[in-house]
């Protein structure tokens, strides 16, 4: 079993480093403006790519990942939507159950659908529990699970669902209120989760600044995903950077 970005993921995290990553939507980006984020991404504190989407309306999945594979260093992580997003191209694949919902299909089957792909793939496996958090408004990716997101104001819920994803063996957490949340998780439901797991805690959904991003990796996320915010202007990567770089 390959291990080489689960390990330096931790160990960053057990030195108590912060890190950002990327959420690219093959959809949302063209040849140009992946180079534009690739460029400013290499330049900057970023340490991941996750690749990705609940829904995936083009056909640009492949190349987007070989295009950043072939301009850049920073690995590439799978961030499925469904068993359709799987490549060999790719360094690791966050292997997600979304153990927040109650709906079998994204809990356990579109997992057996995907894993002899995922072995034929041959990349890194990070078992992931994955959980959807409220937000001001309904995401994609509520609605395409079919599932009910964890209130945002019940942290006890999310704190004991995280704990049962780690005695269930899932090697990481992600709190995530969904691509384009009108607001991003809050500080105490992430503190309470940090406190209550000791795997790496990942979160994303809704971050569009600085200084919400200051306070959520404060908070105790160790890695902190932004998408949206990114589309829209891609010099937000340096003041994240830079935000990044005052916790090191
Ligand atoms: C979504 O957490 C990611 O799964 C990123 O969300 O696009 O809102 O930054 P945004």
Redesign the pocket.
């Known amino acids: 079993m390959k291990d080489r970005i689960y390990n330096q993921l931790t160990e960053r995290c057990s030195k108590g480093r912060k890190m950002l990553c990327v959420?690219i939507?093959p959809d949302k980006y063209n040849e140009n403006s992946l180079h534009d984020l690739v460029r400013t991404a290499q330049s900057n504190n970023v340490h991941y790519f996750?690749v990705g989407g609940?829904l995936m309306t083009s056909d640009r999945f492949e190349q987007t990942i070989e295009l950043v594979k072939a301009t850049c260093d920073i690995p590439v992580i799978l961030?499925p939507g469904s068993a359709m997003q799987i490549s060999s191209k790719a360094d690791a694949i966050l292997f997600l159950s979304l153990i927040s919902g109650r709906n079998p299909e994204y809990l356990i089957g579109q997992q057996v659908l995907a894993a002899p792909y995922v072995r034929k793939a041959d990349i890194e496996v990070l078992p992931t529990g994955y959980m959807l958090i409220e937000s001001q408004n309904n995401t994609t990716?509520n609605y395409i699970s079919n599932t009910l997101p964890i209130p945002k104001d019940k942290a006890d819920i999310a704190a004991t669902t995280a704990m049962a994803g780690e005695m269930l063996g899932l090697k990481l957490c992600y709190m995530?209120?969904?691509?384009?949340?009108g607001e991003s998780i809050s500080a105490s439901m992430i503190s309470e989760v940090k406190r209550s797991i000791s795997t790496p805690l990942i979160?994303?959904?809704?971050?569009?600044k600085s200084q919400q991003a200051r306070e959520l990796w404060a908070a105790g996320a160790d890695i902190l995903?932004?998408?949206?915010?990114?589309?829209k202007d891609v010099e937000l990567i340096n003041e994240l950077s830079r935000e990044l770089g005052t916790f090191v």
């Open positions: 959420l939507d996750f609940s961030f990716a995530d209120g969904g691509s384009g949340a979160v994303g959904g809704g971050i569009t995903v932004v998408g949206n915010a990114i589309e």
